[in-house]
């Protein structure tokens, strides 16, 4: 299993952004426990950005981008999409794509995908 993360970018403050991940490799039998983003700035501890649980149908959301980013996902819950609106510098990190995802080969197995950079300029 790969998470293939995509959509970071340099923008300027006020700005949108939209990241997408998706989970390949699962195979056809696969069950998604969670999957969302994490991110992490120069010299801060990595933090939760956004990530659906189980089935809910609502995310969890990181306080600092509460009623700024929305994520959602496709009808195979394979995919997630962070978007990302009324960008400030506060956001500027990198962010990691985050699943933990059951196959019957492995069983359930936390994976991380490569990290996409944003910048925000004031």
């Known amino acids: 299993v790969q998470l293939q993360a995509s959509g970071g970018g340099l923008v300027q403050a006020g700005e949108s952004l939209r990241l997408s991940c998706a989970a390949t490799g699962t195979g056809s039998f696969f069950r998604v426990n969670a999957m969302g983003w994490y991110r992490q700035a120069p010299g801060e501890q990595r933090e939760l950005v956004a990530r659906f649980f189980g089935t809910s149908i609502r995310p969890n959301y990181g306080d600092s981008v509460k009623g700024r980013f929305t994520l959602s996902r496709d009808k195979a819950e394979s995919t997630v999409f962070l978007q990302m609106d009324s960008l400030v510098p506060g956001d500027t990190a990198v962010y990691y794509c985050?699943?933990?995802?059951?196959?019957?080969?492995?069983?359930?197995?936390?994976?991380w995908g490569q990290g996409t950079l944003v910048t925000v300029s004031s």
């Open positions: 985050s699943a933990n995802i059951w196959t019957p080969a492995s069983g359930s197995i936390d994976y």
